[in-house]
């Protein structure tokens, strides 16, 4: 889920595309993409990086392709789902699914989760974050100090091809 409604809790769709491309080079798996119609153009540049990058996995886009219930199902049949703080990060927990939650921006995990174990969140440690609803960021650095592979290497761990990173 490389989009969300709001551009604020969105980590940056090429540093997606690194991080998947990263860990496809040590996992073999089908990525689909799910998300609005309104995400398409953030998910075309993830699959234009991940592919620039070496990416070889197959993808399937499902972005604006699905019901809420098949959307449910989906989900449900994922091992992973790696996600900013969405809808389908809620849909994907109530359905069993591991979650890694990238909270950037006015997103503060301790508020909206995911909850439960089997999730992960990576929310960097600023002065700044989470910066709040109320506030308009100029700098937007919280995205930036998510390392692709940093969330590559959570991803090969959550998918038992790896350890668990420290930073």
Request: net charge negative; proline share 6%.
């Amino acid at each position: 889920q490389a989009g969300a409604s709001d551009g604020m809790k969105a980590w940056r769709p090429h540093l997606f595309g690194l991080a998947l491309a990263n860990v496809s080079k040590r996992w073999q798996g089908g990525i689909l993409f799910i998300g609005s119609r309104e995400e398409e153009a953030a998910i075309a540049e993830v699959i234009q990086v991940y592919r620039e990058a070496g990416g070889k996995n197959p993808v399937m886009n499902m972005a604006g392709r699905t019901t809420l219930n098949q959307l449910a199902g989906l989900l449900a049949d994922c091992r992973l789902l790696l996600t900013n703080d969405t809808g389908p990060m809620h849909i994907g927990v109530a359905m069993g699914t591991s979650v890694i939650d990238l909270s950037v921006g006015h997103v503060d995990f301790q508020e909206t989760g995911p909850y439960g174990p089997g999730h992960w969140v990576v929310q960097p440690e600023l002065d700044c974050a989470p910066c709040g609803f109320e506030q308009v960021c100029a700098h937007h650095a919280c995205k930036d100090r998510i390392s692709p592979d940093f969330v590559a290497d959570l991803l090969g761990h959550v998918l038992q091809s790896g350890p668990c990173p420290t930073e």
